[in-house]
């Protein structure tokens, strides 16, 4: 019955995702009275955009971002796009083709839209084979291959979540005078006119087609300035919308704007801006670059919607996002900044003077770049214009009216940004400091506490008159410094060194193992050269290797510092080294504890990714080797691993990930009891092993289908994977089992559902006589034992579902209002063997008793995120389910079993300016916070537990980091018989408290 309830469970899990169907954004243009608008799926869309520019130090205009590494790239987007979402950025233009999976990755992580931009020849173009540097629009096969890369760039795209719209060529118009591929003064008048015909009759031919093969996006043109506006208007009727490279200073005029209006069209600013140098002084210049920036918004807005005036501006792309330093040279001196001037405008009147190039190409972006690095990435350096468009943009261009734009603009004074536009250069100079004081962090925590006994104890001494119960103090304090260091120009590093005077015994939680008076906390440090990096941790955050191939987490993160320092471990310790150049690829880390709870050992890595322009293809090998052991149990012999896997994409057609896992050969021989005890077998090589297969397809719209299988043999464990995107559970690593996925996630719109049912059967049972013993015996069947399940979550998120349940969403959700839910059901799970428990970091012991049986469990959670005032910020999460207990039960029903533990519990979290308050409220529940995990093994629950933290920031509050705040806080706890309670006539205990937290 079981079986065919799995087979019924997985088949209509499967069906559900092939009923539904990729998202694509539906763009339009509307026209009314008041003027043009653009429109993203039904709602206004006003382009608050930069071209975003992501070419490193060092590198040219042949720089690839696309060919690097998926680690690399999504290091890369993630980067730049977390820093364009805090000022308002909501689209870039990009002057290289994105691949349709980072146009997604940008939307549906960080909410960000893409141009897809094909350059129509601007730059050379291959005709019949060959390569043509000067493009021949009058040339028929050089046409006719112009035309081929259009119409394939549209049908490529015009499926993906997260373009805009399409726009065909970059100012061609100037390189049809300009004879070199420097920048070169703008061109006047309209010389060539004869050339000019063949290219726009052209871009008609193919906007023509255009508006066939897309019925969801406008197409348009990117022309420099208005240059042969009167050809455009005669022979390129089916352009929806205009884009326009101009640089007039701090203004175009109405001359401009009224130009365009005869061609009945929208404008896209498609490149404008100033850059931030000062050729006159010949400095940086932040303010003026500011100032001109804000006065070309200005007029934006003045010229948009419902403004009176010619209404025909939707947005723009400033240009640029970081500056580029191959600008000047080309192909040399690439890592020199340039300050001298490339062309020539006497708009820009600050810095203009006559016969006197004054325009920077290598100082346009809005963020500068350090040639230091964090994680093989430039150092980004916001300047004054970031920080003014964040201001800029904070007004609703389609919704405001004139009069507020005018008092908006007035308001806003580039001035105030400039000495923090300068502090952040400051901070990022190339300077050597041997030693330096990065951080001082002090907590000070003080609490009273009380029992219902100290109570009852009051009220006995003098029952006529009331009096404060006898109070149990606690304080604590505790002094970080961190040291940084720079001795050379390539080699960083900084020290955490904790100082303690009264340490906090709490007590609602565990404590931390390291309380000493004074502690080496943590450190890094970081060497880098072209061939390699080389990377030293101890006790810092270090993320895993899964999307640099890593199939079977052999290397896990290590980001649970709480957890990590309550049993004293001081992971990740150890040194990576990681190849750049021709050993781009390779990864070695090794190390006493280089993931939380890991034994010495070194762990090798290479990968490989190809791309054949229809299909992206790689491998990656991993092999890993033991140096010592920790002491847990005697005699366990040192073990080496190895993983193999590879991956084929070809979008959307389908996505492959398949491979091998070798667990090593130390337990090959030991023997292990089965048919109740009654007999036994021996390991052999073929039970450390293990294979995986992914497979996934988007072929139907609004949908991916995936599947997964996993066999995995009787010794074969490898290390669990983080649960993530809402769900509760994910690979839990362990051998012994065969398992089989089937799910699908549906996007629409703003919403997201992800459906997953999931069946577990262990390849040899439990020993139902209980002879296994988990100390002893190769293999034990725990959380591998026979289960049938299913998971779901819904999230909906204008700003990108998958970002939601990123770990620090709270801080970072910008929604009007954003949630989630999501919903395991556990049909039926098997009996285990006897389990096993750490009772500390060295120690293991076994439960009485295996995990029993059970039917419909299920646990559902709830998550919200709404932003509905300025400063104010809500977050409510709630969870209700059934949940079965992972170990024996300290106190066991009246019959001997094992109980079920029917919980519930709410968060919450409210923001508002520098004020921030925090609820948790958990009843029937596990312990809170750093003592879920061990109450859970033995099912220890306590019927109200609650917490309410106030605090005042002295900057943004945010919980997700460590920020300077005073606060107060009260909590309670209160017990039952399943409570481990020593006293049974203690009913509660109950803190009150006090604390600091200064950070510099």
Excluded at 130 to 145: C, G, I, L
Aim: include cysteine; proline fraction near 4%.
């Amino acid at each position: 019955m079981r079986t065919i309830n799995r087979v019924i469970l997985l088949l209509l899990l499967a069906l559900i995702g092939f009923q539904t169907v990729a998202q694509v954004n539906k763009v339009e243009i509307k026209q009314d009275d008041n003027g043009f608008r653009l429109f993203v799926d039904k709602k206004p869309f006003e382009v608050k955009g930069v071209v975003w520019a992501f070419t490193p130090i060092g590198e040219k205009y042949t720089y690839d971002l696309w060919s690097q590494s998926d680690e690399f790239i999504k290091r890369m987007i993630d980067t730049d796009a977390e820093l364009m979402k805090q000022i308002g950025v909501n689209s870039i233009r990009v002057f290289s083709e994105v691949p349709a999976r980072w146009i997604e990755y940008l939307y549906f992580q960080h909410g960000i839209y893409t141009i897809v931009n094909y350059t129509f020849g601007r730059y050379g173009v291959t005709v019949n084979g060959k390569w043509h540097a000067r493009t021949d629009y009058s040339d028929f096969y050089t046409r006719e291959a112009i035309k081929e890369e259009a119409f394939r760039v549209i049908k490529d795209y015009r499926n993906t979540p997260g373009v805009l719209m399409f726009m065909f060529g970059n100012e061609n118009n100037y390189g049809l005078e300009w004879e070199s591929d420097n920048i070169e003064n703008l061109p006047t008048g309209q010389r060539m006119e004869a050339r000019a015909g063949y290219l726009y009759s052209l871009y008609e031919e193919v906007l023509e087609v255009a508006r066939r093969l897309d019925h969801n996006h406008p197409s348009g043109i990117v022309n420099g300035d208005i240059q042969y506006l009167n050809i455009i208007e005669a022979l390129v009727p089916s352009m929806k919308i205009m884009g326009v490279n101009t640089y007039r200073g701090s203004e175009a005029s109405d001359l401009f704007y009224k130009s365009i209006q005869g061609l009945n069209v929208p404008v896209v600013f498609t490149e404008f801006g100033a850059d931030a140098y000062n050729t006159k002084t010949d400095t940086e210049d932040q303010y003026h670059q500011a100032q001109y920036i804000r006065d070309q918004w200005k007029e934006i807005y003045s010229q948009s919607y419902g403004k009176g005036k010619y209404q025909n501006a939707v947005g723009g792309f400033v240009f640029e996002w970081i500056d580029e330093w191959w600008k000047n040279g080309l192909d040399s001196h690439l890592d020199v900044h340039a300050t001298v001037g490339s062309w020539t405008n006497g708009g820009y009147r600050f810095d203009a003077e006559t016969g006197t190039p004054n325009m920077n190409e290598e100082w346009f972006g809005i963020v500068a770049q350090s040639q230091l690095k964090k994680a093989g990435i430039n150092r980004r350096i916001p300047r004054a214009a970031f920080y003014t468009l964040g201001d800029i943009w904070s007004l609703s261009m389609y919704d405001s009216t004139p009069e507020e734009v005018e008092e908006h603009f007035a308001k806003i004074d580039p001035i105030k940004f400039v000495s923090l536009g300068e502090a952040n250069v400051t901070k990022n100079e190339q300077k050597l400091d041997f030693v330096s004081i990065d951080g001082i962090k002090l907590d000070l925590n003080f609490s009273e506490s009380f029992s219902n006994l100290e109570v009852q104890a009051a009220k006995d001494s003098n029952p006529a008159l009331y009096q404060l119960p006898e109070l149990t103090e606690r304080r604590s304090e505790e002094l970080t410094l961190t040291f940084g260091f720079k001795p050379v120009e390539n080699l960083t590093g900084d020290v955490s060194v904790k100082f303690r005077g009264s340490t906090y015994d709490p007590l609602f939680t565990d404590p931390n193992v390291n309380q000493e008076p004074v502690q080496l906390y943590s450190g890094s440090f970081e060497y880098t050269n072209p061939l390699f990096d080389i990377n030293g941790y101890f006790h810092t955050g270090l993320a895993d290797w899964y999307l640099e191939g890593d199939y079977f987490n052999m290397m896990p993160e290590s980001f649970d510092m709480d957890g990590m320092d309550l049993n004293g471990s001081l992971a990740p310790y150890g040194l990576m080294f990681t190849g750049n150049g021709s050993l781009d690829g390779l990864k070695i880390y090794a190390g006493p504890e280089i993931y939380y709870g890991a034994r010495p050992q070194a762990i090798a890595k290479y990968t490989k990714d190809m791309n054949s322009g229809t299909a992206q293809y790689g491998f990656a090998a991993l092999i890993q080797q033991d140096f010592d052991v920790k002491e847990i149990e005697v005699g366990e012999n040192t073990t080496q691993s190895a993983s193999l896997s590879g991956h084929f994409e070809m979008y959307p057609y389908v996505d492959v990930i398949a491979g091998g896992y070798f667990a090593g050969s130390d337990k090959v021989g030991e023997t292990y009891s089965t048919d109740g005890g009654l007999s036994s077998k021996e390991i052999t090589l073929l039970d450390s092993l293990s294979g995986k297969v992914d497979l996934s397809t988007k072929i139907f719209r609004y949908t991916e289908l995936y599947g997964r299988y996993v066999y995995s043999g009787l010794v074969a464990d490898t290390n669990a994977m983080m649960a993530r995107g809402g769900l509760f559970k994910a690979d839990s690593g362990l051998g012994n089992r065969q398992e089989i996925n089937i799910g699908a996630k549906i996007v629409y719109s703003d919403l997201t559902f992800d459906i997953v049912g999931r069946s577990i059967s262990p390849l040899v049972g439990p020993d139902t006589s209980g002879n296994r013993n988990p100390l002893t015996a190769p293999f034990y069947v725990y959380h591998n034992r026979e289960t049938l399940e299913g998971e779901m979550v819904i999230t909906f998120d204008p700003t990108g579902a998958t970002w939601f349940h990123d770990w620090n969403a709270f801080d970072i959700e910008e929604a009007k209002f954003a949630g989630s839910i999501s919903l395991l059901y556990i049909l039926s799970t098997g009996v285990s063997d006897i389990g096993k428990f750490k009772a500390n970091s060295t120690t293991e012991y076994a439960f009485s008793s295996p995990m029993e049986a059970c039917e419909n469990l299920w646990s559902v959670k709830l998550k919200t995120i709404s932003n509905p005032l300025p400063q104010f910020k809500i977050g409510f999460d709630y969870f209700i389910g059934v949940q079965q207990s992972f170990g024996t039960d300290l106190v066991p029903l009246d019959d001997g079993s094992n109980r079920l533990t029917r919980s519930m519990g709410a968060d919450l979290k409210v923001k508002y300016n520098k004020l921030a308050l925090e609820g948790n409220i958990l009843l029937n529940g596990w312990g809170f916070e750093n003592s879920n995990e061990w109450q859970r093994d033995w099912n220890i629950t306590y019927p109200l537990q609650w917490k309410v933290d106030l605090a005042y920031f002295f900057d943004k509050p945010k919980f997700s980091v460590s920020t300077s705040k005073i606060g107060i806080f009260a909590r309670q706890k209160t017990y039952s018989e399943y409570s481990d309670i020593a006293d049974a006539t203690r009913e509660y205990d109950m803190e009150i408290g006090i604390y600091s937290s200064m950070s510099y």
